[in-house]
């Protein structure tokens, strides 16, 4: 109990520090280099980063790790625009004709692949800093050998380098989630994909990348968990997780890359002294509101999702960001103790 509170103490000083900042207007979009708010490691990865994305699959759609990572910036003053472009269905990989025909006799349409909206994207959202989270999806439909590995690493490999050559200044790739088979044997190869993609994406830490490791600490936490209580699962499904799925996700994220500590913060409202959850309400109404303005402008060949095909109206992307902004005030109010 003794160490809780000095961990809650330390945060809370850390966070009245930051908001302190936030209110005399010291800490602007930029001011993530020579925050004592911040683990050196954010300051670096932050320093000069006005807009960060997230691309990725329907885990990264759901969005919950997004609004993790996004309300550990605000408790740290960090103002950085966060734009969730996540895709439900997407691969990395461009599939062929024939294993793209599951899907599409399942559900009436194939995966939409990123390499289709990739560009328009990224000169759309003109990003600092680009996480990207695949594999789910194209570990379920490539082969399970070492071919279906070498498209997948061509096709991240290909990602990565055109989000570098159109002015991102770090890239960061995580590892895909777990997926679990619940002892169906048929099912065994899914997260066998998703391990050789793991194993192939940490080998080029080597190589200079950016690489967040979920899949190894999310696989060590299912068994350890099935090892306590068999009905033990982050997703029912087997592939979304829920929110302590996803609050796992945010964790190795943060600490990873930016070098944050999270020891004994056990969900993302925990972030904050005071009025967690509407914070993170607020933080999940507001990324919605931008997805939906965003991914209109950009389009997509999904259907049913905002820009693709037989997808509700959208607030246009102007209306939209006007939208977020009311959000921000109000996120902001509740930061800072005052009336939104």
Not at 65 to 93: I, M, P, R
Request: glycine share 8%.
């Amino acid at each position: 109990m003794l160490v809780r509170m000095k961990f809650t103490r330390r945060i809370f000083l850390f966070q009245s520090l930051a908001l302190s900042l936030l209110v005399s207007g010291q800490l602007s979009l930029r001011a993530a280099e020579g925050n004592p708010a911040l683990p050196v490691k954010a300051q670096a990865m932050l320093a000069d980063v006005h807009r960060i994305i997230f691309l990725g699959d329907s885990i990264t759609q759901a969005g919950d790790y997004v609004v993790d990572f996004e309300c550990w910036l605000a408790a740290h003053g960090v103002q950085a625009e966060v734009l969730n472009l996540g895709l439900a269905s997407e691969t990395a990989t461009d599939l062929t004709p024939e294993e793209n025909e599951g899907h599409k006799k399942k559900y009436r349409f194939g995966r939409p692949f990123i390499s289709e909206r990739l560009e328009r994207a990224l000169t759309a959202t003109k990003p600092d800093l680009l996480f990207a989270c695949y594999g789910m999806n194209d570990g379920d439909s490539l082969p399970p050998d070492e071919t279906g590995t070498k498209r997948f690493a061509e096709a991240i490999t290909h990602l990565r380098d055109a989000a570098l050559k159109a002015g991102v200044k770090r890239v960061v790739i995580c590892t895909p989630p777990v997926q679990d088979a619940k002892g169906n044997a048929a099912k065994k190869y899914h997260d066998e994909n998703l391990t050789h993609y793991t194993t192939w994406l940490l080998t080029k830490r080597d190589n200079g990348w950016d690489v967040a490791d979920l899949h190894t600490p999310m696989r060590a936490a299912l068994d350890a968990g099935r090892a306590k209580d068999p009905a033990f699962q982050f997703a029912k499904d087997g592939v979304h997780p829920g929110r302590e799925g996803h609050w796992l996700m945010a964790r190795e994220i943060l600490s990873q890359a930016l070098g944050a500590k999270l020891d004994g913060v056990a969900t993302a409202e925990n972030l904050f002294p005071a009025r967690g959850t509407e914070i993170r309400k607020l933080v999940h109404d507001r990324m919605e509101v931008r997805f939906t303005g965003w991914m209109t402008k950009i389009g997509h060949q999904r259907p049913g999702v905002a820009g693709g095909p037989r997808a509700k109206t959208s607030l246009p992307l102007d209306e939209a960001n006007t939208k977020a902004d009311g959000i921000t005030k109000r996120i902001q109010a509740l930061l800072t103790g005052e009336k939104p």
